[in-house]
């Protein structure tokens, strides 16, 4: 049953169970309203324990419900009739109470949570806002200070933090449901706590310190509707009376949830789910993992290597002499540092992985490896050496993997006594932040080697994307493609700065010649005079980059590239590039011209489109919805716009 009702004495204890994450589906409303009757109606019972069965906690509101006719009992009549039910509720709550799901538990009388429990209320993620009562609930429990972060944020908090900020009343010591009961059977002793509905809002501890709050969420904001929604809706919380302010958030939630960018958030939430079926292949399960080899101590390898660690793994790294290892070492180990100081990991996760992680100048230490990732030198016959070299030392079912950002993996599949166990895992830097992993299938690689590289990227928290064996796969293919566009419009007639400013008023993080003057001018640089013999003559070629570069103008690591850069970092047009783009157009008797934001916008949007379908047609990737998935993870192409396919085919 979705939702059931077991006593324990004079506790009722009412169950929710909709896999995967509980979410607030209608028959779940409808469960929970007929459990609030027959709880209220039965004398019998002093008290109600609310949770879950599975792995969580009520996750939200069924997003799959949204743009269907709505069913009574909506969410908010639901929690309304809980909040004054004549017993008090208790909300038992472990893994993630996310939106709808914390909605819940506000209305619950209670609330207590296991030690790993999160809890936020992440609708700005989808374009939304809480739209079941929590923008005018949560500052009257906590501070509106703390509400603004969570509900405009759109980040969980840890349970620990959610006691101190007073969100929860308790996290069990022993057995969750068993401390849920004792809490529900002190509280009948209790009067009933008055609903969060008629209380006061919590009072500001400072008018500026909320003011400076409301100007940095509006800054970070960047073009996305629903964090300046979810301003508007704690400040009707704050000024209004609660009635007039719950009938205030429900208009700006019903008026959000029908617009593009809402209805782009869920497509992007559910493309980046659905990249992973790819790895769900009828009757393969994936080889088991536990000890991964890293070849290469590099920026790349040790990223990766750190990525492993941080995901519970055994690593071995492996550098060409002990100098190199030394170097390598010192890197993980300071990325393991770092994700403590963030919270990423625990100070005992952080001692684990130490534990389990070690470096060597032997491939014999990777005998009993059962992934091995290579991250060495871009050179195919220094990768092929790596590959056949490794060989002699593995086992003949460890699966051989290749971190190359373009290299013909086919190739180096083909050069192994393996082919069929060597697959491409293209991670983006930094290796152990990015969230996109491009998973590269070869012509001969087996399906039990592809599922398991995708049940590798789930254990890392990793949205991978199957790409086949391509120039640039996919991210860097079009990212080449666009780059090259914009290129062409410095020699028609804009600057970098005006294609950056209108990439960013577009609502990418930064524009493409502030991307490459931070990742350094020489990458691309050595990648051009590597296709240099087999390039197109007949394409049109800029030679900007190539001067710049030749002028040892690599980006911010050289103090100048497309901007000069000062001391502090601080980027400025420089005059010197502004030069060489008037020369080089004049070189090229091109007469130059302005081109308007929305040009440059249509033009790079153009650009971007074509190399997608072109990646469709030779099925180097799968679908659009990945190349959406792929575009907004790699380069920030804005996600309140779903991706560049999503939002090509949005009407008008
Ligand atoms: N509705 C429907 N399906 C959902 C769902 C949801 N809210 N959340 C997850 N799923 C599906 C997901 O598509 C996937 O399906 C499976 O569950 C596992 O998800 C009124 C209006 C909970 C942290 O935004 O953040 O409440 O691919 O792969 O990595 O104010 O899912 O297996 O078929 O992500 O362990 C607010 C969204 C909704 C939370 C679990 N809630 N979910 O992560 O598993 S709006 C959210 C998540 C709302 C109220 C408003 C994560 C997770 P499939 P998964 P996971």
């Not at 590099?298 to 190199?324: P, S």
């Not at 995708?454 to 991210?475: N, P, T």
Request: hydrophobic share 45%; net charge negative.
């Amino acid at each position: 049953m979705t939702v059931s009702i077991q006593t324990r004495g004079n506790i009722a204890i009412v169950t929710i169970d909709n896999p995967p994450v509980n979410a607030a589906s209608h028959a779940v409303r409808l469960g929970l309203q007929n459990a609030l009757h027959q709880t209220s109606q039965d004398d019998a019972v002093q008290a109600v324990v609310l949770h879950c069965a599975g792995r969580t906690f009520i996750a939200g509101a069924d997003i799959t419900e949204f743009g269907t006719p709505s069913q009574d009992p909506s969410l908010p009549d639901l929690l309304t009739q809980i909040e004054t039910a004549s017993k008090p509720w208790v909300a038992a709550i472990h893994g993630t109470a996310l939106g709808g799901g914390l909605e819940t538990a506000l209305v619950c009388h209670y609330r207590i949570t296991d030690r790993a429990t999160k809890l936020g209320l992440p609708e700005v993620n989808l374009g939304l806002i809480p739209g079941a009562g929590g923008t005018v609930r949560l500052p009257r429990l906590i501070a509106p200070e703390h509400a603004l972060e969570m509900i405009a944020g759109g980040k969980p908090v840890a349970a620990t933090r959610a006691l101190e900020l007073g969100l929860i009343d308790q996290i069990a010591e022993g057995d969750l449901l068993e401390d849920a009961i004792a809490l529900a059977q002190a509280s009948g002793a209790r009067p009933i706590p008055l609903p969060l509905i008629e209380r006061p809002v919590v009072a500001l501890s400072s008018q500026d310190k909320w003011d400076g709050m409301i100007r940095k969420v509006k800054a970070k904001a960047r073009g996305q509707n629903s964090p300046i929604a979810a301003i508007k809706a704690l400040e009707n919380a704050l000024e209004l009376g609660a009635p007039a302010a719950l009938v205030a958030e429900r208009a700006l939630f019903l008026e959000l949830r029908d617009s593009d960018q809402s209805k782009a958030l869920r497509h992007i939430f559910f493309a980046e789910r659905a990249t992973a079926q790819v790895g769900r292949i009828k009757g393969v399960a994936a080889a088991p993992l536990s000890h991964i080899g890293v070849v290469g101590g590099g920026t790349m390898g040790a990223g990766i290597a750190a990525a492993c660690l941080l995901a519970g793994y055994r690593v071995t790294l492996i550098e060409r002499n002990e100098e190199a290892a030394d170097t390598g070492r010192d890197r993980v180990h300071v990325t393991l540092d770092q994700s403590r100081k963030r919270g990423v990991i625990t100070l005992a996760a952080h001692l684990q992985a130490v534990e389990s992680f070690q470096v060597s100048t032997s491939y014999a230490a990777l005998s009993d490896a059962d992934l091995v990732i290579e991250a060495v030198f871009e050179d195919m016959q220094v990768k092929i050496d790596v590959l056949t070299a490794l060989e002699a030392e593995m086992r003949p079912e460890t699966i051989l993997a290749t971190n190359t950002s373009y290299l013909d993996i086919n190739e180096m599949a083909a050069a192994t006594q393996r082919p069929s166990r060597v697959i491409g895992l293209h991670f983006f830097s930094p290796a152990h932040i990015m969230k996109l992993l491009e998973i590269v299938v070869t012509d001969s690689v087996d399906d039990q080697t592809t599922a398991t590289a995708f049940a590798f990227a789930k254990r890392l928290k990793k949205i991978a994307v199957r790409a086949k064996v391509g120039e640039g796969f996919i991210a860097n293919r079009i990212m080449s493609a666009y780059r090259r566009e914009a290129e062409y419009m410095l020699e028609d007639g804009a600057m970098p700065w005006d294609i950056d400013a209108a990439m960013r008023d577009f609502g990418f993080p930064m524009g493409i010649f502030e991307m490459q003057d931070l990742a350094g001018l020489d990458i691309s640089w050595a990648m051009r005079k590597r296709l240099s013999a087999t390039r197109d003559p007949d394409q049109r070629y800029v030679d900007i980059g190539d001067k710049l570069c030749e002028s040892g103008h690599f980006g911010r690591k050289t103090g100048r590239g497309y901007y000069d850069y000062t001391e502090d970092g601080r980027a400025h047009h420089s005059a010197e590039t502004s030069a060489l783009i008037k020369d080089e157009s004049q070189r090229k008797g091109i007469t130059r011209a302005h081109i308007s934001d929305k040009i440059i916008m249509a033009r790079i949007l153009d650009r971007i489109r074509s190399e997608a379908a072109a990646l469709l047609d030779q099925g180097i990737a799968r679908c659009a919805d990945d190349i959406d998935v792929v575009m907004v993870n790699a380069f920030g192409f804005p996600r309140w716009t779903g991706g560049p396919m999503f939002y090509q085919s949005r009407p008008g």
